[in-house]
């Protein structure tokens, strides 16, 4: 029994850990996603935010916020703080457990430390193009730290929107919709790229630079995506768990496949024409939209959620961008923050313990938290420090202003 303790510890520990290697995969989907659809100029800037942001969640998690979402809470709403991380699990304890302690806590650290840098990799690609490095990356601090944590902790610690029946399995709001609610502040803070909108409202476009880039980022993303859900059952070491563990990769691949052809079907009526931005955040919505319960679904209607993720995100950024005049160059706020939305209703559909009721608080609950938070950071960031660089910078590019250097210097320098 002891030996059949320690191999499934020790499985369950490095499907965890590679779980969590695959979202930290992510990083990368995100960073290429959104370097082919920024303008050339902006470039340099955008991957030293991706690699910026992914060191500052990682030590700020480990610091305060894994103890904040999963400490001794004050109550089932306000979390407790504390510092640094505790010691691994004993062996003694391990063995004594009966199975019930099935892998390492330093591997659930590592998991969990990935999605908070996917939360803060959504709000990257939304506000790109005319923020200062440096104030992204002082959000970047209270989002990780302490404005993510505190409404993890209320779903995932234990707290009062766990105990109400809120379900959400891998995050498609816990996650997702927090990335979007915390950049949705940030872009209203930070205004419109300039030329982006006309004296008389209208819209013009502001197209991508490279988008076999986009599309290479969105393939990483959809891998990378099987760790999200598939490590999110947390074990793999029975039938059951195995099982299981196939049906969410099964189930996170028909949604993406879905959300293409819905996004397809409707760029195709929309504009005459395929779009392929709207067929690379059609997957996207597709993933975002199954995140919150991979498990209960039959494979068909994983294909149908998704499907109707591909749908809802074109209409979503056209609505964003036509009548809101919300600028976000990568629909990051769309897919993940309206789809995330969706996700969280479809849950009701196919999994009998959830309630439309509870969906809906913690829908409400998470974004309200998150937005109002955000928005109290970034305006004070505005204040302090400043958060859009100067028209004339914007003009040239951020990547020189910020970062000293272009991505592409053949373009320019000959």
Not at 217 to 237: A, E, H, V, Y
Request: proline share 2%; aromatic share 12%; glycine share 12%.
């Amino acid at each position: 029994m002891e030996q059949i303790t320690q191999v499934s510890y020790a499985l369950d520990t490095f499907y965890f850990l590679m779980s969590g290697a695959l979202v930290m995969w992510m990083a990368a989907g995100f960073t290429m996603l959104e370097a082919g659809l920024v303008r050339s100029k902006n470039t340099t800037e955008i991957l030293a935010k991706n690699v910026g942001l992914f060191a500052i969640a990682s030590i700020m998690y480990m610091l305060v916020g894994y103890n904040v979402m999963y400490g001794d809470a004050i109550n089932a709403y306000i979390p407790g703080i504390s510092f640094l991380l505790g010691a691994d699990n004993e062996v003694a304890a391990v063995l004594a457990s009966g199975g019930d302690v099935y892998y390492s806590s330093m591997s659930d650290f590592f998991f969990q430390v990935v999605f908070v840098a996917t939360a803060m990799s959504v709000v990257s690609g939304a506000v790109a193009e005319r923020m200062k490095l440096m104030s992204f990356f002082v959000f970047a601090i209270i989002l990780t730290g302490f404005i993510y944590p505190v409404q993890g902790m209320w779903t995932w610690g234990g707290g009062f929107l766990s105990e109400l029946g809120f379900s959400d399995f891998a995050g498609s709001g816990i996650v997702h919709m927090t990335g979007a609610a915390a950049a949705l502040a940030g872009v209203i803070i930070l205004g419109a790229r300039k030329g982006k909108y006309g004296p008389n409202g209208e819209v013009r476009a502001i197209t991508g630079a490279n988008m076999p880039l986009a599309a290479l980022g969105t393939f990483i993303l959809w891998l990378g995506w099987f760790g999200f859900n598939g490590g999110s059952q947390l074990q793999l070491s029975t039938i059951e768990n195995a099982n299981a563990v196939a049906m969410i990769f099964v189930n996170t691949n028909m949604a993406a496949a879905g959300g293409v052809i819905g996004a397809m079907i409707i760029s195709k009526i929309l504009f005459g024409k395929v779009d392929l931005t709207m067929i690379l955040n059609g997957a996207l919505a597709g993933l975002v939209a199954i995140t919150a319960d991979p498990l209960s679904p039959a494979p068909l209607s994983a294909t149908l959620i998704g499907f109707v993720g591909g749908m809802l995100v074109v209409f979503a950024i056209l609505f964003m961008d036509n009548k809101m005049k919300i600028d976000d160059p990568v629909g990051a706020i769309s897919v993940h923050g309206i789809v995330g939305i969706w996700g969280l209703i479809a849950v009701t559909f196919n999994n009998a313990d959830a309630t439309i009721t509870a969906q809906l608080i913690g829908i409400v609950a998470i974004f309200a938290w998150v937005f109002i938070a955000s928005l109290i950071v970034w305006s004070i960031i505005k204040a302090v420090m400043g958060v859009r660089v100067s028209e004339e910078e914007e003009y040239e590019g951020v990547d020189q202003s910020e970062c000293g250097m272009e991505a592409y210097p053949e373009f320019t320098n000959k």
